[in-house]
């Protein structure tokens, strides 16, 4: 039975791993704020939720001291792509010192392995491919890519001087039940939120940009097999492998909705590349890997969870 220590499982993220993960017989212990715990698994007997703060060193070292891991899974961070310098500098206890102050405490608690969520999305930014595997130049255009950049670097350090070893997994742009509506990012998510509204979906730029876009079931399924394998020290790419511009994807939504609200054109942002898809040869070559729900799918399983959901609240 694995022992994992998820830190900030409550999220969209999270909270779809810890059930894929607790179907697979492992036990969980979620660390993160408090209040935030899904109410759907507080009887599961392999599940315990541990309120905290990251930024706040004794809550980190309170959840260590509890009981032994055998992997951590670091999901925290406070920015989003669009966060600027303020909210990097503001927040630098969670985005870099705490990976510090984690390592410190895995040391302690006889840890050796953690698993760290960085970003396929942005951490390769403008190196001229648009196709991107592990082994690409690293050119982030945003302080969210390179607080996860620097977080990478760290973990690699830390495993050459010490007895950790590191997983690093670098998302696409995942979506499903889950994430929230109103958010800032998560393209199809908000998109379809805006149609529950009757809302005109809103498109940075001209709706050219191509994204590689993931269903979180696949998502969860790909941490899953990459910590059975038990494979350390290596980074992965996790996407479908294709892309989509924003236009094909709102074309999308306008047919699985079954209704189209508009769509208002706003200012190209500096720092969206025009093409970003991830190769995901390497963990599909390693673990067998691959995505099953195709995009089409996961929109229209997503559209009928939403509308279920609004007919229960109301």
């Known amino acids: 039975m694995i022992r994992l220590l998820i830190l900030g499982g409550s999220g969209f993220i999270g909270s779809n791993l810890i059930e894929t993960l607790l179907h697979a017989g492992y036990t969980i212990t979620n660390f993160d704020r408090p209040g935030t715990s899904p109410a759907h698994f507080s009887s599961h007997p392999a599940y315990r939720f541990v309120p905290g703060y990251l930024s706040d060193n004794s809550h980190l070292r309170n959840v260590f001291n509890q009981e032994p891991y055998d992997c951590v899974v670091h999901l925290v961070s406070s ?4 966060s600027g310098y303020d909210e990097f500098f503001n927040d630098r206890e969670v985005n870099l010192t705490a990976g510090y102050e984690i390592v410190k405490n895995m040391m302690s608690n006889g840890c050796q392995r953690i698993v760290y969520f960085s970003s396929g999305g942005t951490i390769y930014g403008k190196n001229g491919k648009e196709v991107n595997s592990e082994n690409d130049q690293l050119c982030p255009l945003t302080y969210y890519g390179y607080s996860k950049l620097a977080m990478e670097e760290f973990l690699k350090f830390s495993s050459r001087i010490h007895p950790i070893s590191h997983l690093i997994v670098r998302p696409s742009n995942p979506y499903g039940s889950g994430q929230n509506l109103f958010g800032k990012q998560g393209l199809i998510t908000v998109a379809l939120g805006k149609i529950l509204q009757n809302q005109p979906i809103e498109i940075w730029g001209d709706g050219q940009v191509v994204r590689d876009y993931l269903h979180i079931r696949d998502l969860s399924n790909a941490i899953h097999a990459l910590v059975e394998k038990g494979i350390d020290n290596e980074v992965y790419n996790i996407g479908s492998g294709q892309g989509h511009s924003v236009n094909e994807i709102v074309t999308i939504i306008h047919k699985v909705a079954g209704c189209n609200t508009g769509v208002e054109y ?39 969870a939403m509308q279920l959901n609004e007919k229960r609240i109301k």
């Open 79 to 82: 920015l989003i792509p669009s």
């Open 266 to 304: 706003k200012p190209a942002r500096p720092v969206d590349i025009p093409v970003n898809i991830l190769s995901i040869d390497k963990i599909t070559n390693h673990t067998g890997w691959k995505p099953e729900v195709n995009l089409e799918e996961g929109i229209a399983m997503l559209w009928k």
